[in-house]
């Protein structure tokens, strides 16, 4: 995929959120590292956008920080979406935040939060046959 249509896909907000943030991360990636609240490592989003659905649902809250790279530039909305992964038969939950920038041209994504969903024991079932 080339630049301009990495461009026209992120600009294009019709367009599945999965599909815009694979163009915007072509373009430019802004992962935040953080102490306080670790994300998982960035080869790890890389490795695990791939298999994010096209139909997942996706929250827009308005950001509460401005602060960081392009905080003042990112468009005022937050996107949030979490979405299931199964590797064999274990199956797991992760969780995406984060905001396009620049806010009138946009130019790629500052991804803030990627975790896992750890869910209690008490939720899991164990399934004999």
């Known amino acids: 995929m080339t630049p301009d249509e990495c461009l026209a896909i992120l600009k294009d907000t019709t367009k599945p959120l999965a599909d815009r943030i694979r163009a915007a991360v072509r373009l430019k990636l802004i992962y935040v590292e953080r102490k306080d609240k670790p994300n998982l490592p960035r080869e790890d989003f890389l490795n695990i956008l791939n298999y994010m ?5 996706v929250d827009w809250d308005d950001r509460k920080t401005w602060t960081g790279p392009h905080g003042t530039t990112g468009e005022d909305k937050v996107f949030m979406t979490s979405y299931d992964v199964t590797f064999g ?13 620049d806010k009138n041209d946009l130019k790629g994504v500052v991804i803030q939060s990627f975790r896992r969903i750890i869910k209690s024991r008490k939720e899991l079932k164990l399934v004999r046959r």
């Open 53 to 57: 659905p096209r139909n997942s649902l």
């Open 89 to 101: 038969r274990l199956t797991h939950e992760y969780f995406i935040k984060g905001f396009f920038f």
